[in-house]
């Protein structure tokens, strides 16, 4: 299973010209504090990445990403090559342990340069006193590595690389689909991008890539979609900086062409972040000749309100972008009623652990419960900004029926002028033979080599 890629040797030294550090230093720092559920991966490399040298930053990526993904049978393993855990205090230690456990199992690294880099990492924390543990620990996996992965494989959190109560939420609700979900959930995702059809024609797009040497898929169910064979930098892709393309999941494509804009409508994207599916709705809008259309974008938190400001200014779409809560309807509605609102609610992201693999971390079975009740505040506060004959789309990143169809059925039994119509109502040309049908909308499971985890259901207000 090893990565074509080796730690660097000129990154175990911080750099002190420029104040920035090794991968190996922000990546202890980046994993500590997700051990310590203080933020998200995402966030935290947002947070961390100018810490690193631009050369250095995928390699940052590689270790933050690398150890979250095998975080289940990395933790697994150190724990019974440990007499006693580390305590609270001494989490970066066990960040530490956590690296040179995967440097020794997943990349090319030399055996003897990734324990040398795990003892000297104790040395920078000022924790000599763990540098002749951490030598031992390593040394014993070295030498029992295949012997010690024999013992644990029948621990599902080993054999799954998953935790044991999300396969078990997996069997339990999906049992004919658990292979693809688990296998899926644990490979590296495809590189898909949306091109912007009011620019330039998918045949077109993919022709020009194809000239440049990268190879292309359609995607199945989205008309915009591409998949690249192999990923590139987004500098690589023709006409990325003027908006004509960008990258996004097939899934999440599905929003736009199934809310499908049009001329003079007064649409919500309520919890916008990162701002793909606002740009899309814009895109949409404006391949229609429908530049008409007015978007208002609702977003939480400041930081990635920046990210769909930068969104649409590549692309060259403005919007009426609000930093709130999407519940608090005193913080931001103006009292004007929509006619179409997208509502990507908060939910576990169960379906996108590829992209997110700190869930395997940090999601615990009582988060479901928090957030079906956040999502039900949303949706039946939102539900109130929507005309009378008007649409929204529930949609989520998860595999959990109780953020989904169970949500919906909830809504749906205490909201009398609401009521669930078919995914293609607004667009009749969109074939939707995407995932299953459940009891209320549609589940979409990760493929291997497609789309992510998603579910959507279309609601009309009477």
Sequence with gaps: MNHDNSFPSNTSQSSKSTGQQSARQVAIKVITNILLQQGSLSTQLARHQLDVASEHAPMLKELCFGVCRQYPRLNSI????????????????????????????????????AVNETVEACRILNKDWATKLMNAVLRRYQREADDIVEILETQPSVEFNMPKWLVKRFNKHWPEHLEE??????????????????LVSRETYKEQLLDLGINTEKGEFSDSALYLKNAVRVGELPGFDDGYVSVQDEAAQLSAHILSPKAGEKVLDACAAPGGKTGHLLEKANSAGLSSMELTAVELESWRMEKIESNLERLGYSAQLICADASDLDAWWDG??????????????????????????????ADID???????????????????????????????????EQQIQHFLANQEDAKEV??????ADLAVEWG?????????????NGHDGFYYCLLQKA
Aim: hydrophobic residues 40%; contains cysteine; proline residues 7%.
């Design 370 to 404: 928090d957030l079906v009740i956040i999502q039900r505040e949303i949706l039946n506060k939102v539900w109130t900004t929507l005309k009378s004959g008007g649409f929204m789309l529930y949609a989520t990143c998860s595999l959990m029926p109780e953020e989904n």
């Design 181 to 198: 979900i688990i296998e899926a959930s644990n490979t590296h995702p495809p590189m898909c991008i949306r091109v912007n059809e009011s």
């Design 78 to 113: 150190a724990l019974h090559l440990l007499a006693h855990p580390f305590e609270e205090k001494d989490t970066d230690l066990y960040a530490v342990l956590l690296l040179g456990l995967y440097q020794l199992t997943y990349m090319n690294t030399p055996d003897h340069a």
């Design 336 to 365: 004007e009623h929509f006619d179409k609102i997208l509502l990507d609610v908060p939910c576990t992201a169960t379906g996108v652990i590829r992209r997110n693999p700190d869930i395997k971390i940090n999601r615990k079975p």
């Design 422 to 427: 078919a995914l293609n109502s607004l667009a």
């Design 436 to 448: 299953i049908p459940v009891s209320h909308g549609r589940q979409l499971f990760p493929q291997a």
